[in-house]
């Protein structure tokens, strides 16, 4: 590098360019620092006889123009996004502490247990394909999510066993 490719002078000028276009002083900053990093990368391009300040300056323009579509892309993604996947609204108050009962119960389970109950239940697999998944016969997958469901109805129940009433004969 020759003392002719000098950026301290033409660092005042770059930062007054880049506050002009972003209208922020920390965006400004980045925006300098992205165009020196290229202007580092694209040394090689650089005329010894060229006009330092006008390349780069250039630089900061593309980069900064760049930069503003990739944030503007980034924003239309999000905004896509945001309209195909279904609003959540976070619990509150007592349902909150109920979802964190629930949640605990859950973790609790033996991980083969929980695995199957997931795969079958939140992921809506079959069972064939849960087993698949597993590695483990369907009816190893059947078995677990049965007695992961009896464990969150034990805790459901305070630990109280649930009486199994059936109705017998005809009953008016």
Same mark, same amino acid.
């Given at each position: 590098?020759?003392?002719?490719?000098?950026?301290?002078?033409?660092?005042?000028?770059?930062?007054?360019?880049?506050?002009?276009?972003?209208?922020?002083?920390?965006?400004?900053?980045?925006?300098?620092?992205?165009?020196?990093?290229?202007?580092?990368?694209?040394?090689?391009?650089?005329?010894?006889?060229?006009?330092?300040?006008?390349?780069?300056?250039?630089?900061?323009?593309?980069?900064?123009?760049?930069?503003?579509?990739?944030?503007?892309?980034?924003?239309?993604?999000?905004?896509?996004?945001?309209?195909?996947?279904?609003?959540?609204?976070?619990?509150?108050?007592?349902?909150?502490?109920?979802?964190?009962?629930?949640?605990?119960?859950?973790?609790?389970?033996?991980?083969?247990? @929980?695995? &199957? $109950?997931?795969?079958?239940?939140?992921? #809506?697999?079959?069972? /064939?394909?849960?087993?698949? !998944?597993?590695?483990? +016969?369907?009816?190893?997958?059947?078995?677990?999510?049965?007695?992961? @469901?009896? &464990? $969150?109805?034990?805790?459901?129940?305070? #630990?109280?066993?649930? /009486?199994?009433?059936?109705? !017998?004969?005809?009953? +008016?």
């Amino acid at each position: 590098m020759s003392r002719r490719f000098d950026v301290a002078a033409h660092l005042d000028s770059l930062r007054r360019y880049a506050r002009v276009l972003t209208r922020d002083g920390a965006d400004a900053d980045d925006v300098v620092q992205g165009a020196l990093l290229r202007a580092v990368e694209r040394l090689d391009q650089w005329r010894e006889d060229g006009n330092l300040r006008v390349w780069l300056m250039s630089i900061l323009h593309n980069h900064f123009v760049d930069h503003t579509r990739a944030r503007m892309a980034a924003q239309a993604r999000d905004g896509a996004w945001a309209g195909l996947a279904p609003t959540v609204a976070l619990p509150q108050g007592e349902d909150a502490v109920r979802l964190a009962q629930v949640r605990a119960a859950v973790l609790d389970l033996p991980a083969e247990q @929980r695995e &199957a $109950l997931h795969l079958v239940a939140i992921e #809506g697999m079959a069972v /064939a394909k849960a087993a698949l !998944v597993l590695g483990v +016969p369907a009816g190893t997958v059947m078995s677990r999510v049965g007695r992961a @469901r009896a &464990a $969150l109805r034990r805790f459901e129940d305070g #630990g109280v066993p649930r /009486a199994r009433l059936r109705v !017998v004969g005809d009953q +008016p």
